[in-house]
Protein backbone atom coordinates (compact mmCIF):
# COMPACT_ATOMS: atom_id res chain seq x y z
CA UNK A 1 0.00 0.00 0.00
CA UNK A 2 1.65 3.20 -1.20
CA UNK A 3 1.43 5.82 1.78
CA UNK A 4 1.65 10.00 1.21
CA UNK A 5 0.45 10.08 -2.09
CA UNK A 6 -0.04 13.62 -2.59
CA UNK A 7 -2.78 14.57 -5.25
CA UNK A 8 -2.78 17.66 -6.64
CA UNK A 9 -4.60 19.83 -9.69
CA UNK A 10 -4.05 18.17 -13.50
CA UNK A 11 -2.50 20.59 -15.81
CA UNK A 12 -3.19 21.66 -19.17
CA UNK A 13 0.23 19.63 -20.57
CA UNK A 14 -0.75 16.85 -18.63
CA UNK A 15 -4.46 16.43 -20.22
CA UNK A 16 -2.99 13.83 -22.58
CA UNK A 17 -0.98 12.28 -19.96
CA UNK A 18 -4.35 11.87 -17.74
CA UNK A 19 -6.33 10.57 -20.68
CA UNK A 20 -3.51 7.72 -21.84
CA UNK A 21 -4.00 6.77 -18.06
CA UNK A 22 -7.83 6.76 -17.87
CA UNK A 23 -7.30 4.89 -21.33
CA UNK A 24 -5.63 2.34 -19.90
CA UNK A 25 -7.81 1.67 -16.74
CA UNK A 26 -11.18 1.92 -18.53
CA UNK A 27 -9.44 -0.68 -21.41
CA UNK A 28 -11.44 -3.85 -20.60
CA UNK A 29 -14.14 -1.56 -18.99
CA UNK A 30 -17.88 -3.80 -20.09
CA UNK A 31 -18.84 -0.22 -20.95
CA UNK A 32 -15.87 0.17 -23.04
CA UNK A 33 -16.42 -3.66 -24.36
CA UNK A 34 -19.70 -2.37 -25.68
CA UNK A 35 -18.89 0.93 -27.35
CA UNK A 36 -16.01 -0.10 -28.73
CA UNK A 37 -16.58 -3.99 -29.46
CA UNK A 38 -13.49 -4.04 -32.49
CA UNK A 39 -11.03 -4.99 -30.33
CA UNK A 40 -8.47 -3.64 -33.43
CA UNK A 41 -9.52 -0.60 -32.63
CA UNK A 42 -10.45 -0.46 -29.13
CA UNK A 43 -7.16 0.69 -27.68
CA UNK A 44 -6.33 3.55 -30.21
CA UNK A 45 -10.17 5.00 -29.66
CA UNK A 46 -10.23 4.01 -26.19
CA UNK A 47 -7.35 6.35 -25.28
CA UNK A 48 -8.20 9.22 -27.89
CA UNK A 49 -12.14 9.28 -26.25
CA UNK A 50 -10.23 9.23 -22.73
CA UNK A 51 -7.99 12.21 -23.54
CA UNK A 52 -11.33 14.23 -24.90
CA UNK A 53 -12.79 13.17 -21.56
CA UNK A 54 -10.14 14.34 -19.89
CA UNK A 55 -10.02 17.72 -21.65
CA UNK A 56 -13.69 18.17 -21.64
CA UNK A 57 -13.28 17.78 -17.63
CA UNK A 58 -10.75 20.39 -17.27
CA UNK A 59 -13.28 22.45 -19.03
CA UNK A 60 -16.19 21.78 -17.01
CA UNK A 61 -14.92 20.85 -13.09
CA UNK A 62 -11.92 19.63 -11.40
CA UNK A 63 -9.54 17.18 -12.52
CA UNK A 64 -7.32 15.88 -9.88
CA UNK A 65 -4.20 14.22 -10.15
CA UNK A 66 -0.95 12.12 -8.45
CA UNK A 67 2.13 15.07 -7.91
CA UNK A 68 5.20 13.87 -10.11
CA UNK A 69 4.03 11.32 -12.57
CA UNK A 70 0.02 10.93 -13.90
CA UNK A 71 -0.60 7.69 -12.01
CA UNK A 72 -4.39 8.41 -11.92
CA UNK A 73 -7.41 10.97 -12.74
CA UNK A 74 -10.08 11.50 -10.49
CA UNK A 75 -12.83 14.00 -12.33
CA UNK A 76 -15.33 15.71 -10.92
CA UNK A 77 -18.28 18.56 -11.97
CA UNK A 78 -19.87 21.19 -9.49
CA UNK A 79 -23.45 22.04 -9.20
CA UNK A 80 -24.63 23.30 -12.44
CA UNK A 81 -22.31 21.19 -14.75
CA UNK A 82 -23.67 18.12 -13.63
CA UNK A 83 -26.05 17.46 -17.25
CA UNK A 84 -23.96 16.61 -20.23
CA UNK A 85 -22.76 19.66 -22.11
CA UNK A 86 -23.17 19.35 -25.85
CA UNK A 87 -20.80 22.16 -26.24
CA UNK A 88 -18.42 20.49 -24.19
CA UNK A 89 -18.10 17.79 -25.76
CA UNK A 90 -17.42 19.74 -29.07
CA UNK A 91 -15.05 21.71 -27.68
CA UNK A 92 -13.20 19.09 -25.84
CA UNK A 93 -13.09 16.84 -29.27
CA UNK A 94 -14.98 14.35 -27.61
CA UNK A 95 -17.84 14.03 -30.29
CA UNK A 96 -15.09 14.06 -33.14
CA UNK A 97 -13.36 11.20 -30.86
CA UNK A 98 -16.56 9.36 -30.69
CA UNK A 99 -17.36 9.68 -34.75
CA UNK A 100 -13.78 8.62 -35.74
CA UNK A 101 -14.80 5.23 -34.04
CA UNK A 102 -17.10 4.53 -35.63
CA UNK A 103 -21.01 5.77 -36.68
CA UNK A 104 -21.90 2.52 -34.68
CA UNK A 105 -19.65 3.65 -31.54
CA UNK A 106 -21.06 6.15 -31.34
CA UNK A 107 -24.52 5.65 -31.68
CA UNK A 108 -23.93 3.26 -29.21
CA UNK A 109 -22.12 6.05 -26.41
CA UNK A 110 -25.17 8.35 -26.99
CA UNK A 111 -27.19 5.88 -26.23
CA UNK A 112 -25.71 5.15 -22.96
CA UNK A 113 -25.07 9.02 -22.41
CA UNK A 114 -28.73 9.48 -22.29
CA UNK A 115 -29.92 6.66 -20.65
CA UNK A 116 -27.22 7.20 -17.59
CA UNK A 117 -28.50 11.45 -18.05
CA UNK A 118 -31.63 10.32 -17.56
CA UNK A 119 -31.22 7.96 -13.99
CA UNK A 120 -29.13 11.08 -12.77
CA UNK A 121 -31.68 13.57 -13.38
CA UNK A 122 -34.03 11.69 -11.79
CA UNK A 123 -32.69 10.48 -8.58
CA UNK A 124 -30.17 13.47 -8.20
CA UNK A 125 -32.19 16.88 -9.01
CA UNK A 126 -30.44 18.68 -6.49
CA UNK A 127 -27.63 20.42 -6.17
CA UNK A 128 -24.34 17.62 -5.78
CA UNK A 129 -20.96 17.20 -6.87
CA UNK A 130 -20.64 14.60 -9.57
CA UNK A 131 -17.89 12.28 -10.23
CA UNK A 132 -18.07 10.65 -13.76
CA UNK A 133 -14.49 9.09 -14.03
CA UNK A 134 -12.02 8.05 -11.78
CA UNK A 135 -8.93 5.39 -12.98
CA UNK A 136 -5.92 4.52 -11.73
CA UNK A 137 -2.79 3.14 -14.01
CA UNK A 138 -3.37 -0.69 -14.48
CA UNK A 139 0.20 -1.65 -12.39
CA UNK A 140 -0.20 1.25 -10.06
CA UNK A 141 -3.82 -0.31 -8.65
CA UNK A 142 -4.02 -2.17 -5.10
CA UNK A 143 -1.74 0.53 -3.49
CA UNK A 144 -4.27 3.39 -2.30
CA UNK A 145 -3.87 5.94 -5.64
CA UNK A 146 -7.79 5.50 -5.83
CA UNK A 147 -8.43 6.34 -2.81
CA UNK A 148 -6.16 9.19 -2.09
CA UNK A 149 -7.40 10.93 -5.78
CA UNK A 150 -11.27 10.37 -4.33
CA UNK A 151 -10.41 11.89 -0.55
CA UNK A 152 -10.20 15.51 -1.94
CA UNK A 153 -13.24 15.43 -4.07
CA UNK A 154 -15.11 14.00 -0.99
CA UNK A 155 -13.48 16.41 1.27
CA UNK A 156 -14.75 19.14 -0.63
CA UNK A 157 -18.22 17.96 -1.15
CA UNK A 158 -18.36 17.74 2.87
CA UNK A 159 -16.99 21.22 3.31
CA UNK A 160 -20.03 22.53 1.15
CA UNK A 161 -22.72 19.75 2.26
CA UNK A 162 -22.80 18.35 -0.95
CA UNK A 163 -24.10 14.78 -1.83
CA UNK A 164 -21.98 13.16 -4.35
CA UNK A 165 -22.94 10.94 -7.48
CA UNK A 166 -21.47 7.89 -10.05
CA UNK A 167 -22.20 5.40 -12.27
CA UNK A 168 -19.98 2.77 -12.77
CA UNK A 169 -20.11 -0.44 -15.43
CA UNK A 170 -17.79 -2.65 -13.16
CA UNK A 171 -19.32 -4.62 -10.13
CA UNK A 172 -15.82 -5.11 -8.74
CA UNK A 173 -15.89 -1.57 -8.03
CA UNK A 174 -19.17 -1.26 -5.60
CA UNK A 175 -17.41 -2.59 -2.55
CA UNK A 176 -14.03 0.32 -3.24
CA UNK A 177 -17.24 3.38 -3.19
CA UNK A 178 -18.92 1.32 -0.77
CA UNK A 179 -15.78 2.00 1.40
CA UNK A 180 -16.22 5.93 0.69
CA UNK A 181 -19.74 6.24 1.57
CA UNK A 182 -21.65 5.57 -1.48
CA UNK A 183 -24.54 3.35 -1.68
CA UNK A 184 -26.43 2.20 -4.72
CA UNK A 185 -29.14 4.03 -5.88
CA UNK A 186 -30.27 2.13 -9.32
CA UNK A 187 -28.79 -1.51 -10.72
CA UNK A 188 -29.97 -1.37 -14.78
CA UNK A 189 -28.45 -2.34 -17.55
CA UNK A 190 -28.10 -0.01 -20.62
CA UNK A 191 -29.95 0.03 -23.87
CA UNK A 192 -29.65 -2.09 -26.58
CA UNK A 193 -27.91 -5.15 -25.37
CA UNK A 194 -25.39 -2.78 -23.18
CA UNK A 195 -23.87 -3.48 -19.92
CA UNK A 196 -25.01 -3.73 -16.38
CA UNK A 197 -24.07 -0.26 -14.94
CA UNK A 198 -24.98 0.58 -11.32
CA UNK A 199 -25.43 4.85 -10.02
CA UNK A 200 -24.64 5.07 -5.95
CA UNK A 201 -24.94 8.59 -3.89
CA UNK A 202 -22.82 9.34 -1.01
CA UNK A 203 -24.07 12.09 1.93
CA UNK A 204 -22.08 14.79 2.80
CA UNK A 205 -20.41 14.04 6.28
Known amino acids: MATNIEIVGLTPNQVSDGGQVLGRAFLDDPLILFVLPDEEKRERATLRVMTAMTRYGTLRGTV ?65 MYLPLLGVEPNRQGQGIGSALLAPGLARADSAGLPCYL ?39
Open 167 to 205: ETSRERNLPFYTRHGFEVIVEDNLPNGGPRMWTMKREPR
Open 64 to 128: DTTSGTVDGVAMWFPPGETGNSIVGMFRSGLIMAMLRAGFSSARRFSDCLSHGEKLHKRDMPGDH
